[in-house]
């Protein structure tokens, strides 16, 4: 699976530990950075981030800051992107499995890195329910419809 990750400078710790931890579970990361702890803005890797996900270069994202809330709504910016701000598993799982989220978004200061390991496995191991769900995704990007 091909998974982007980033981070501001808040979350940097956090990023590097999961985007190895990810690499050993056979996935190919794509770090979209930052690279060190100079202070960065959260909006701009959360737009980054949003385009790799809208582009199709990576099929999930997983977008962190401090407390996650930022960069989540930076992600989400976008209209293809559905990110989901979790702290335990079955927030991560849910949505998935109903909202069909494609970017899953931690604060590093408010998770631990086993926990944030525990969310993203339920994140990743849960397939869309799709049926009675479609409806409801598709007006997330389409409020029209």
């Given amino acids: 699976m091909r998974i982007a ?7 940097l710790e956090l990023k590097a530990d999961l985007a190895e ?3 050993l579970d056979g996935h190919d990361v794509e770090d979209l950075g930052p690279f ?4 960065v803005d ?5 737009y980054k981030l ?5 582009e199709g270069t990576a099929q999930f994202g997983v977008a962190l800051c401090g407390s996650g809330i930022g960069i989540s709504i930076a992600v989400n910016r976008n209209p293809a992107c559905r990110a989901a701000l ?12 109903h909202n069909d989220a494609n970017v899953i978004a931690m604060g590093a200061r408010l998770i631990g890195l086993e926990m944030a390991k525990a969310c ?3 994140f990743l191991s849960t ?19």
């Fill in 21 to 23: 931890w990810l690499r």
């Fill in 127 to 145: 397939p869309f329910g799709g049926d009675r769900h479609q409806r409801r995704v598709n007006k997330l990007s389409h409020p029209a419809l």
């Fill in 50 to 54: 949003a385009s790799v996900i809208a």
């Fill in 5 to 11: 990750i980033a981070s501001d400078h808040a979350a």
């Fill in 120 to 122: 993203l496995t339920a």
């Fill in 86 to 97: 979790v702290s335990e598993p079955l927030s991560a799982a849910l949505a998935r499995e």
């Fill in 36 to 39: 060190d702890a100079t202070s």
């Fill in 42 to 46: 959260y909006p701009d890797y959360g």
